[in-house]
Each structure stands twice: as structure tokens, then as C-alpha cells.
């Protein structure tokens, strides 16, 4: 059983930083290919981020973000990082960790953290 912890989330101003980190458990090359990050919003439906492939580091981006955040890997720490710069208030969600398939649909990851806020103040 594959289990995500995520950590770094908190208040920040718009304009500013966070990285977030998610540490992976139980996880091996035949559990999932790729994490990725996933974000919701008060009344909203969950969204893409971002995803990375374990094996070549392939990335993907939401449009929205793609000059803004950046996700990484550390395979030996089994660890998926997310780094959010120029913040916008509209950034604020809960962020999510998760580890599945290439894809940017909710049913491609089998495996879900419990989330960490994020919160931009304008």
C-alpha cells in the first residue's frame, strides 16, 4: 500500500514562495509511474497541477502555472517536491500529493495524500 505524506503548505503573500514536499511509502516501480499534485478550492472541483515520472523525470504542467511552479524528484528519498513562486491569491487550495499513471484525470492516481492549505492573502 502506497501512502503519501505531504508538508509545506501555509500563508503566504502574493508574490511569494512555498515548496512544497511529499514523501512516498510502499511505492515501487510497479505501484505507480508518476506523482503528481492536484489542488481544490472551497466549492471547486480538484484540479491538475503537475506531474512527474519517477523514470525520466517527464513533466507535465496546468497551463496556469507552468511558468510559476516547478516539480521535481528525489528517487532515493521517494520524495516529490513542488516549488510555487509568484504566488496569486487564486493559488489558494488545499494541494494534494498523488502517485498513479501519466495523466492529468483524478481516476489516473490510485493513491492520495491528505492534503496540505495553502493559503495566498492579496
Known amino acids: 500500500q502506497v501512502q503519501l505524506v505531504e508538508s509545506g503548505g501555509g500563508l503566504v503573500q502574493a508574490g511569494g514562495s512555498l515548496r512544497l514536499s511529499c514523501v512516498a511509502s510502499?511505492?515501487?516501480?510497479?505501484?505507480?509511474?508518476?506523482a503528481g499534485w492536484f489542488r481544490q478550492a472551497a466549492g471547486k472541483d480538484r484540479e491538475f497541477v503537475a506531474l512527474i515520472t519517477w523514470t525520466g523525470g517527464i513533466t507535465r504542467y496546468r497551463g496556469s502555472v507552468k511558468d510559476r511552479f516547478t516539480i521535481s524528484r528525489n528517487n532515493a528519498k521517494n520524495t516529490v517536491y513542488l516549488q510555487m513562486n509568484s504566488l496569486k491569491p487564486e493559488d489558494t487550495a488545499v494541494y494534494y500529493c498523488a502517485a498513479g499513471r501519466y495523466g492529468s484525470a483524478t481516476s489516473d492516481f490510485d493513491y492520495w495524500g491528505q492534503g496540505t492549505q495553502v493559503t495566498v492573502s492579496s
Open positions: 510502499g511505492r515501487s516501480s510497479s505501484t505507480d509511474a508518476a
